[in-house]
């Protein structure tokens, strides 16, 4: 929970976390599945209990102990914190009916706070189409957003499934096919979509995600995040993200789609490294998401099956 805080009192307006089951169905949040790196034991989260698990500190100071979702919610539930809003990151090595009725529960169970209900404080990170039924069934009022690395499958949801967002790694979204996604998505005139980007460490993408008007990015740093952003402001006068920065950005967001202006040698040859590995990684991407689904479920929910 410290890193939680932590990102708040610095000014963070959003938590993004992981999202995993004990075996006796606890809801809590680990970024791994199992215990080795944070805790520095072997087991997985799913393989224990929450007994034995409440009583694990972190190896790193100052050694917190593994929070649950309630805890969150409950952190968020107190005065002074109804802005905060949380990205919950439900990974696919979960079983996705356990895992959505559970943080239904979990949800249903922690009261919100009186001047925001949870489905406006609480978005769904979803991995593929598979999710939605589930998500019908269990948490029907709640926002979802589509978390991936692949732009063919965020272009074949964002055409198919309705009022979903996006939160995609970040190289994908540079250069011209991941500034033509940024604006179908972003500037449709009947359905605009937020776009998020994971994960913003460098200072640089930082300021490019700042410059392109992105909704909100996952990093590990808000503190220097917000500096980027207040130097932004100080250095054009303009506000930053939304609809503002957006429309002022029309004209840089053309260029975009011919040159990579602004960026470095090195850091363009990084980028289309990336962007090259995962265009060639995109037929395994796509069977592994099935994309295609999204059509069949999304007709399930419709029709309420």
């Not at 404080?121 to 589509?146: C, E, H, N, Q």
């Not at 940024?182 to 460098?202: E, H, I, L």
């Not at 490294?273 to 929910?301: C, D, K, N």
């Amino acid at each position: 929970m410290g890193a939680f805080v932590g990102a708040v009192e610095v000014g963070a307006h959003a938590i993004e976390t992981d999202v995993h089951l004990t075996k006796d169905g606890v809801v809590v949040l680990n970024h791994d599945p199992t215990l080795e790196r944070c805790f520095g034991k072997k087991e997985r989260v799913i393989d224990c209990d929450w007994e034995y698990l409440s009583t694990l500190r972190t190896l790193a100071e100052p050694h917190e102990s593994l929070p649950r979702l309630s805890d969150l919610l409950e952190y968020m539930a107190k005065p002074g914190n109804e802005h905060v809003w949380v990205l919950l990151d439900i990974k696919r090595d979960n079983d996705l009916d356990d895992v959505m009725r559970l943080i239904s529960e979990t949800i249903a169970s922690v009261p919100p706070a009186p001047s925001r209900p949870w489905n406006q404080r609480v978005v769904l990170g979803i991995w593929a189409a598979k999710y939605l039924p589930f998500v019908s069934t269990y948490l029907p009022d709640f926002p979802l957003t589509f978390i991936s690395f692949s732009l063919p499958c965020a272009w074949y949801l964002l055409a198919h499934v309705p009022r979903i967002s996006f939160n995609l790694y970040a190289p994908i979204l540079a250069g011209p096919l991941g500034a033509a996604f940024r604006r179908k998505a972003q500037r449709d005139a009947d359905d605009p979509r937020p776009v998020f980007a994971w994960t913003v460490n460098k200072e640089r993408m930082m300021r490019w995600s700042i410059e392109k008007g992105l909704d909100g990015v996952v990093t590990d740093d808000p503190k220097k995040y917000l500096e980027e952003c207040e130097r932004w402001k100080g250095k054009n006068g303009k506000k930053v993200a939304g609809s503002v920065a957006r429309k002022t950005k029309r004209m840089d967001e053309v260029l975009e789609g011919w040159t990579w202006r602004g960026w470095g040698v090195a850091e363009v040859l990084d980028l289309a490294r990336v962007q090259l590995f995962i265009l060639l990684l995109t037929p395994v991407l796509l069977w592994w998401l099935r994309p295609w689904g999204a059509l069949r479920e999304v007709g399930r929910m419709q029709r309420g099956v």
